[in-house]
């Protein structure tokens, strides 16, 4: 089933935020931000863009009726710099206008005298200076300490993987109208209108129950409208109750790249000791997180990392400890892989590097040790594995042997162009690891023509989570697709939601309407049987009718509905769903944290121009344990852009700041993401064939984030290629790989 | 009164000429398909197809409307997504609809403006050309290959255009645009016959010191909110600018050539074997469809694509101030980081360079942190004169090297070897 989103998309009937008709009376908000990124606010002088023409107010965080604070896992985030300003891009004063224009030109016309103070951009530094968002954190198992003994081969290193920009190319923004009785419409593009609401509602001191958070759908999101949609919100909601205007700020490009935050960046040290046979006997990791100036979501970053530190190999000896540090960056914040990626890469160059030293190709590693069901996390979980399953597969469906020897034949040919090849496999867990925020809600309404309106917590994003959750709910009631619709997502309809992350969305919502929708469908059967004078067994909805005793009635949909709603039966349903068994105990580290994990095998081949440092890469070729697909077009799709968005993040995406703390890749013009001539010539996914039973809707495993995970292939093939020319180059571990850093590789 | 068509409706509009057309189309005429992304000419989401009359034939070509402002528009037809829907899905749409080529959405209105103009103009029915109508757009979400895959069906559909028949008329007979373009040709006619006066009227209404503008690429990523209610004076339809000719033993550019007139000219093709190649490291497809030479001179980036380009080629640019005239090397105008041997009064009439036949080899290079579409890192040109296997004369210029656009004066070490 294509998207049901694609009809509008491409005739561009679609509504996003900035496309919602403005109401008569609509102000236009824009915010003035620190262009100092450490110190103490001396003089604020509002006074010439107050006289601006179209001007109508600039509030402060004086001007805040509750709470000024965004924070939403630590409350250590002001919406307005009070005295202290933390990072460059933190937001001032909020400027409200008749006019966008007249509200920018105002911005610029605002002065601000700043004292300085030492600023802070490299995590390691500000570990050293104490400055620590939550204490460290530990995961362990076994005892590497008496591990090493035992170890043929120990080798140490360091890695470094930079930030990343988010790039959903509808900016952030949000819209607020005024309601009667002091309550608040805001339109928001979103990830999570419960933060949205629940942030507005902190900072205007009102009930949660005032305020009606809307979301459509969003021009893309990758966790960078997770918890960084709020302040906005909170923006517009402010200069709205406060002037009891609507109020709308659609952020300009550079105003969102200066002022939100990105991946984070990691530097990290490992230590991995492997025995005669390469068996890895013990690893220990330490990460140091650039968690910008404030948390946001950089604990359950960290988290993720931790969870992800041993990919998907099993090691009976695990000590990996992160440290989320306190830099004068903005906040950084969830981005797909939310932390996991940044772990796996680390475990990728130990194995890489510990490869160089035996002199065995990495794959030989990765192969000797991938997870087997049973096996243990360091978390304590036992894995149900699939990782031996799409590593077998991956090297019989696509001849890894042919292709690594194809490799070496080119590079044996071509002198001045070479090959690299990698082989990245994945394991990634389902479910967000703060265990109470996997729940979810369904309302699904029948209406008496036979039409369906379901509401959920699911945000649209382009991942086409509505559409699973609409073939959900046609599967059940086996009804034409076209007879439902999925409404937007509203915090009225569907309270104390959890934000559209961690790949759940679809598990998590769609169980929840498959809940609603056989609740329902009960009571259909209920009345089909009185109609026909049969028991409710027999009965059976199929294709638009009912079935009694495997025999097509001509009682059709509609007809049942109808006959339903005369006897005075509920046709519609709210229901909640948790997916069982998970618990987690964070005093030990140790629980069942995930509702199942996936995995997949990829592998990827580049060639590098050797004159010039630039590359290309040629395909990559993908095992996926998608487990029952329920939409293969969808889940492809999810697979192809994750994968380009790992590979840009591996190469040509460099998010830079200069020691001011200052963005220099502030623009499209100076940030990099993959155009089309840069994308893999040829990418192919197949899916692993199973049909295990697990947590997922319709055994259909979560496809969100776990394909950018084999982007980080492209970092090692290209390390390849350039050690290929030049064997003898000194190359660390250091994403992303720019064509820079090929070219001085290959000098 | 600025006046044009846009998609079936046409426009006359007081609103100020420098206010850029995404603007208008989004806020003026609630056209909300296209979108804005950057303001910076970077990811395409605002593409919009420009038609135009060009040596009797009528041509469109996508443009980036976010850099776009409307006094450029004047006299056009302007088509967005909204004027190229009809009913249920395009073919192009289709296409995409089938392939799973949109994702969140918002970067797929232009994909499709993009392909529509693919599948109107006149171009070989290839994949690398239907690909490179999209190199312009920037989509986050997809990883590009189901766009590919969608532009590939397009391919196929293309084979079977008739000799006879012109874009317009394919696309209308394959509903790939509605009925109502077959009458455009006629109302550009009407339209253009009307406001030929009219351009001149807004170009000569202008005071005493007025912004010059050409393609505005790079003047619309600086000054977006200043240029707004400038006072300017549009370069690029003054008639005849964008010619590109021989005379003698020089090529000779108008002061209005953009990079695509440049991609298209037969002159140049033959002068560089390998100018294809060239172009498609600068830019994108609707930026090359607006940005000029010239303006890549004045701009005096020292990365600037052309200028590199052209200072191995020892151009010399015409400048004129509307009294007096002088010949300026391209060599010589640069004295500083953006500083220019010229007065603001001063604009370039005409380029101009020699050719030395096929005792010449040229070559330019680019590296970039993206491949395609993006900013030089270092990038440089030369250009080598032999006779009989020695070099008499080597010219070689560097981009990225220095506050200036770079040309190596000390490169003796290569001549009369």
Known sequence: MKNIDSYTHLRGESVYLDDIPVIKGTLYAAVFDSPVAHGVIRVLDIHEASAMPGVVEIFTARDIPGENQIGGIIPDEELLADKHVHFCGMPVALVVAETEEAARAAVKKIKVDIDPLPVITDPRIAKAKGELIIPPRTFKLGNTETAWKDCEYIIEGQTETNGQEHLYIETQGAYAIPMENGAIRVYSSTQGPTAVQRTISKVLGLPMHKIEVDTTRLGGG???????????????????????????????????????????????????????????????????????????????????????????????????????????????????????????????????????????????????????????????????????ACWQELNKHFDIAGMHSAVNEYNQAHPLSKKGFAIMPICFGISFTKTLMNQARSLVHVYTDGSVGISTGAVEMGQGVNTKILQVAAQVFSIDPDLIKINSTNTWRIANTSPTAASAAADLNGKATEIACIEILKRLKTVAAEILNTSIEKIELRDGFVWADGVQTTTDWKT?????????????????????????????????????????AAAITVTVDCLRGIYEVDSVKVIHDAGESMNKLIDIGQCEGGIVQGIGWMTMEEVVYDKDGKLRSNALSTYKVPDIYSVPKEIIIEFLKTSKTNLAIFNSKAVGEPPLM?????????????????????????????????????? | ?????????????????????????????????????????????????????????????????????????????????????????????????????????????GFVVSLTGFCLENQKPTMENAVAAIDGNICRCTGYKSIERAAGRLVTLLKDRKKTETGIEFCVRHKILPDYFLGIPERMSLLQESEKSKI????????????????????????????????????????????????????????????????????????????????????????????????????????????????????????????????????????GYKILDKTPEEQITEIRFELHGTRTCFHFEKISKRRNLDIASVNSACNITSDKGIIGDAAISAGGVGPIPLYLEKNICLVNR
């Open chain 1, 560 to 600: 049942l509905v109808m006959q339903t709603y005369i006897k005075r039966i509920s046709l519609s349903e709210h229901a909640h769903y948790t997916p069982p068994g998970l618990s987690y105990d964070a005093s030990i580290e140790k629980g069942h944290p995930f509702a199942y994990h996936v995995y997949g």
């Open chain 2, 200 to 335: 001149k009227a807004l170009s000569a209404a202008q005071t005493k010191k007025p912004r010059l503008l050409a393609g505005g690429t790079d003047l619309y990523v600086q000054q977006h909110d200043e240029m707004t209610n400038a006072n300017i004076k549009f370069l690029l339809d003054e008639p005849g600018h964008d010619e590109i000719h021989i005379d003698g033993n020089e090529c000779v550019l108008g002061p209005a050539v953009t990079v695509t007139d440049l991609a298209k000219s037969g002159v140049f093709s033959e002068l560089f074997t390998f100018f294809p190649e060239y172009i498609k490291l600068v830019s994108s497809t609707p930026i090359r469809n607006m940005a000029t030479i010239a303006g890549n001179f004045i701009n005096a980036s020292p990365i600037g694509d052309f200028t590199i380009f052209f200072l191995a080629l020892d151009a010399k640019l015409k400048l004129k101030d509307g009294e007096h005239e002088r010949l300026v090397p391209l060599r010589k105008l640069y004295k």
């Open chain 2, 1 to 109: 009164m600025i006046r044009f068509i846009l998609n079936n409706t046409p426009i006359a509009t007081n609103q100020p000429p420098g206010m850029v057309l995404l603007d208008f189309i989004r806020y003026h005429r609630q056209l909300t398909g296209t979108k804005i992304g950057c303001r910076e000419g970077d990811c395409g989401a605002c593409t919009v197809l420009v038609g135009e009359w060009n040596d009797g034939k009528l041509l469109y070509k996508s443009m980036t409307s976010c850099l776009l402002p409307i006094g450029n528009a004047e006299g056009k037809h302007i088509v967005t997504v909204e004027g190229v829907n009809g009913t249920g899905l395009t073919p192009v749409q289709e296409a995409m609809a089938g392939e799973g080529a949109t994702q969140c959405g918002f970067c797929t209105p």
């Open chain 1, 222 to 388: 990758f966790g960078g409208k997770e918890d960084q949609a709020s302040a906005w919100g909170a923006f517009c909601a402010l200069a709205c109750k406060l002037l009891n205007r609507p109020v709308k700020y659609s952020l300009h490009r550079m105003e969102d790249m200066r002022m939100t935050g990105k991946r984070h960046p990691y530097s990290s040290d490992f230590k991995i000791g492997l025995n005669k046979e390469l068996k890895i006997l013990a690893y220990e990791a330490t990460f140091f997180q650039n968690a910008g100036a404030a948390a946001d979501l950089s604990p359950a970053v960290m988290e993720r990392t931790l969870f992800h530190c041993t990919n998907s190999y099993f090691i009976p000896n695990v000590k990996a400890t992160a440290f989320s540090c306190r830099t004068n960056l903005p906040p950084n914040t969830a981005f797909r892989g939310f932390g996991g990626p940044q772990g796996m890469f680390v475990i990728e160059a130990a194995i890489v590097k510990a490869a160089e030293k035996i002199g065995v190709p990495a794959s030989a590693i990765q192969e000797k040790n991938l997870l087997s069901t049973g096996d243990e996390f360091p978390y304590g979980q036992k894995a149900e594995s699939e990782a031996i």
């Open chain 1, 710 to 747: 084999y982007g980080l292939g492209a970092y090692f093939a290209l390390r390849n290629a350039v050690k290929a020319y030049n064997p003898k180059a000194e190359i660390g571990f250091d994403a992303p790989f720019t064509p820079e850093k090929v070219l001085m590789g290959l000098l």
